[in-house]
């Protein structure tokens, strides 16, 4: 967000809200230059898998009603 903020930062009067996302558009292409590659991208879908598996076993499930005929 820093980098969006030094690239709007001397637009004096914002248009419309498609100049806005222009404007977005470009300061996000500037910070794209600026990331680096996960050393362990090539695991990430072993850990979502993991995180996944966590989250079932933590949610409860919930419990179909049962019906009664009497």
Known sequence: MGTIRRVTRNV???RDAGMALRWVAVGMIEA???FRRLKAHKQLAILRAALQAHH???TIKPVAHI???A
């Open 67 to 69: 019906t009664r005929v």
């Open 56 to 58: 079932d076993r933590m």
């Open 32 to 34: 794209n230059k600026g």
């Open 12 to 14: 004096k009067r914002w």
